[in-house]
């Protein structure tokens, strides 16, 4: 992309933030409720990201951003499938007459951003082609904000976006959930495998010495159940609802790192 090369620097703070990212309680249902819908559709989302290379939840996050999932509008930008696209891009697929398949349109959109050559599909890899999809303008005019594009519907964003093409406001909130909140969720049910990496700075806590207080309780939230999820969260391959509610992915995720289940749990 030009302008943003994927630096050392930048697949950090991918990871850091897909790490640390923490979804908004209030926006929970609407999240689940995006995340169910997209996984209903995954055949569909695998015919066109095989088409092109890429991972088929790239498609389902982007078809959510730009066309809030209908099926009857351009993958570019949510434009009509009666016609070519008239906002940016204009004028798209080029190739072609209307009215376009979704799936015809939806590869359109992608080799027209190149995805197709893309190899990295590493997590900083995958969250780098999203953020590149909607713009750079937020990293370079406005790195005092992270994209709402990625970010919102997470403590990683409050406030801040483009109202229009070009036109920014500090106090304007985004209240689309953002691609990287839903990639997120989607790794927490298990739906996609996430390369990661455990950061400096974990602590080094005996998980065994805390295991008596902490038990499975996957209906009821226990003191201390969001501190180790939490904590939990910052390990290879763990990605936890933080909800207090030691359920089986919590139980599965404390044997991976202890060696045993929760007591309680009625697998154990």
């Known amino acids: 992309m030009a302008g943003v090369p994927l630096t050392a620097a930048l697949r950090d703070e991918y990871q850091r933030l897909f ?3 923490r979804i908004d309680a209030g926006r929970a249902a609407e999240v689940e409720s995006l995340v ?8 569909r989302y695998r015919a066109v990201a095989g088409a092109v290379g890429a991972p088929w939840m790239l498609v389902g996050v982007i078809h959510n951003m730009e066309s809030s999932l209908g099926f009857n ?8 499938l009666i016609a070519r696209t008239v906002q940016v891009p204009k004028g798209r697929p080029a190739a072609g007459q209307p009215p376009f398949t979704w799936e015809a349109s939806a590869q359109d959109a992608l080799t027209l951003r190149r995805i197709d050559r893309w190899r990295d599909w590493s997590l900083p890899g995958l969250l780098y082609q999203l953020e590149g999809f909607n ?11 992270l994209s709402p594009y990625l970010w919102s519907g997470s ?19 985004s209240r689309q959930t953002g691609a990287a909140v839903l990639l997120r969720r989607m790794a927490e ?9 455990v950061g400096p700075g974990v602590p080094d806590v005996d998980l065994e010495a805390a295991r008596p207080p902490l038990r499975f ?9 969001r501190e180790l999820q939490e904590f939990m969260n910052r390990f290879p391959g763990i990605f936890l609802k ?17 060696g045993h289940l929760l007591d309680g749990d009625p697998r154990a």
């Open 19 to 21: 790490d640390t990212c």
């Open 36 to 43: 169910g819908k997209i996984g209903r559709n995954e055949q």
């Open 73 to 80: 509008g351009h993958l570019h930008n949510g434009d009509p």
């Open 135 to 145: 713009g750079w303008g937020y990293r370079l005019f406005h790195p005092h904000v």
């Open 155 to 173: 403590g990683h964003y409050t406030s801040g976006k483009f109202v229009k093409d070009g036109v920014w406001s500090d106090t304007a909130v």
């Open 189 to 197: 049910h298990g739906d996609f495998d996430v390369e990661t990496h």
């Open 217 to 225: 309780s996957p209906n009821r939230e226990l003191a201390g159940g």
């Open 242 to 258: 933080v909800d207090g509610k030691p359920g089986e992915k919590t139980s599965d995720a404390f044997k991976l790192l202890t």
